[in-house]
C-alpha cells in the first residue's frame, strides 16, 4: 500500500540513529523528572539526509491516518525544521500549502496571528501540531493555546516519540489531551516498544540496568518486565 507507515523500519530508524537510550547516572528532564533513559529526536534534524527522511515518516503516517489538514506546525524549537520539511513533502502535491512557523517567543503586541506565528494563518485553518518528544504534554500546553487563541481548528497533535510517561495527575498524554483540548494524539513510536531493545543494547551491567528499571517503571504507564 503506497504511503503505508513502515513502524519497523521507523523503530531502527531511531535506534539505528541513537534517539533513545540508556543512561548510567539520571538526567533531569524538563518536567523535573529524574530519568535513566534519553529520547532525543532533536538529532534527527542535524542533517538534510535525517530530517528528510524523518519527514517522510511523518507524511505517511498523516496519509495512512487519512487526516485533513491546511498545513503542519511543528512546535518552536524542538519541532520547527521538521514541520517545514514536512510542509515541503506535502506541498508537492498541494502548491497553495501555507507555510507557517511558530515564534519560540510571543510578540507582545499585535493580534495573535502575528504574536505567535510567521505566516498567513488565519481563523478556521486546520492544523496537525507536530511535536518531537513527548513527556507529560506540558511543553506543547502554550501552542495548543497559541493555535486556539488565533481561531484555528486543531485536527490533532502528532508527535515522533511518546515516552508513554504518566503525568502527576495520573493521566496519560493522550487522555489529557482528548480532556483538555478534545482532540486524537498520535505517536509514530514510544518507550514501550523501543525501550526493552535499548537496554538490551546498552551493554551495561545487571546493576546500573535494575536502578534503571526501578526509576523507568515509576513513570511509565505500563512497566517493563
Not at 510542509?87 to 502535491?93: Q, V
Not at 498541494?94 to 507555510?99: C, I, S, T, V, Y
Not at 497559541?146 to 498524554?173: C, H, P, Q, T, Y
Not at 505517536?187 to 526501578?214: T, V, Y
Request: glycine share 8%; net charge neutral.
Amino acid at each position: 500500500m503506497a504511503n503505508k507507515f513502515d513502524q519497523s523500519r521507523y523503530d531502527s530508524f531511531l535506534l539505528k540513529n541513537n534517539v533513545v537510550g540508556l543512561k548510567k547516572e539520571p538526567i533531569k528532564l524538563k518536567s523535573g523528572r529524574e530519568s535513566y533513559w534519553y529520547a532525543n529526536c532533536r538529532v534527527l534534524s542535524d542533517t538534510y539526509s535525517l530530517l528528510s527522511t524523518t519527514a517522510q515518516f511523518v507524511v505517511d503516517k498523516i496519509k495512512e491516518l487519512g487526516l485533513d489538514y491546511d498545513y503542519i506546525y511543528g512546535t518552536p524549537d524542538g519541532a520547527t525544521k521538521l514541520g517545514i520539511m514536512v510542509n515541503m513533502l506535502l506541498g508537492k502535491d498541494n502548491p497553495g500549502l501555507k507555510m507557517v512557523v511558530g515564534r519560540k517567543k510571543p510578540k507582545e503586541h499585535g493580534d495573535a496571528r502575528d504574536r505567535y506565528f510567521v505566516g498567513p494563518v488565519e481563523k478556521g485553518d486546520k492544523v496537525i501540531v507536530l511535536e518531537d518528544v513527548t513527556s507529560t504534554g506540558g511543553s506543547v500546553i502554550e501552542h495548543l493555546n497559541a493555535l486556539k487563541d488565533a481561531g484555528v481548528e486543531i485536527i490533532a497533535m502528532m508527535s515522533l516519540f511518546n515516552r508513554l510517561e504518566k503525568r502527576e495527575d495520573g493521566l496519560s498524554v493522550e487522555e489529557f489531551i482528548k480532556k483538555e483540548f478534545n482532540i486524537p494524539y498520535y505517536w509514530l513510536s514510544d518507550g514501550a516498544r523501543i525501550l526493552p531493545i535499548a537496554i538490551n543494547q546498552s551493554g551495561f551491567d545487571d546493576e546500573i540496568i535494575r536502578k534503571a528499571l526501578e526509576n523507568i517503571n515509576k513513570y511509565l504507564i505500563e512497566p517493563i518486565k
